[in-house]
């Protein structure tokens, strides 16, 4: 019943990955990686969540210390900057060839929006094994409130 029906040739598609593999090298700025993914360049990656006290935005930068992450607050934007060293300009008495290199470096800037109500004067930093936390608190009239039930 179906002896007619081919096997899907898997061969077309590692000549798809050489082309984009060749493009990428070609076109490095150009287009994203993957559907799920930001556009090349955006580093750091970014995770922003809320609770009912708060907004936290976490900021992934591995291989950076604390003091090469700035982070500031303006008219409720919240930016991320610094710059990432590669390894070969850390490595300057080794002679190598780099052959493909994934890892952004060089200078990086983010800008994220956030929602008003938040309590800017109140925000707060912290930076644990790569990841720089930022805590913006909600302001107190934002805040969900229960409403006590009184029986009549």
Do not use: H
């Not at 934007?77 to 780099?98: D, F, I, M, N």
Request: glycine content about 8%; hydrophobic content about 40%; proline content about 4%.
């Amino acid at each position: 019943m179906f002896g007619d029906l081919r096997r899907f040739d898997s061969g077309r598609l590692q000549g798809l990955d050489w082309f984009r593999q060749l493009m990428d090298e070609m076109l490095p700025e150009a287009g994203v990686a993957d559907i799920r993914s930001v556009p090349r360049g955006s580093f750091p990656m970014i995770n922003v969540g809320r609770t009912d006290d708060a907004v936290r935005v976490y900021v992934f930068a591995a291989g950076l210390a604390a003091d090469e992450l700035e982070v500031s607050l303006q008219d409720n934007v919240l930016s991320v900057s610094g710059r990432r060293e590669s390894e070969a300009a850390r490595e300057e008495a080794s002679e190598r060839t780099e052959f493909r290199r994934e890892r952004f470096q060089g200078e990086f800037s983010r800008s994220l929006a956030l929602p008003e109500g938040l309590d800017i004067e109140r925000a707060e930093a912290r930076f644990r094994d790569g990841v720089c936390e930022v805590v913006l608190p909600k302001r107190e009239e934002l805040k969900p409130r229960r409403i006590a039930i009184q029986a009549a």
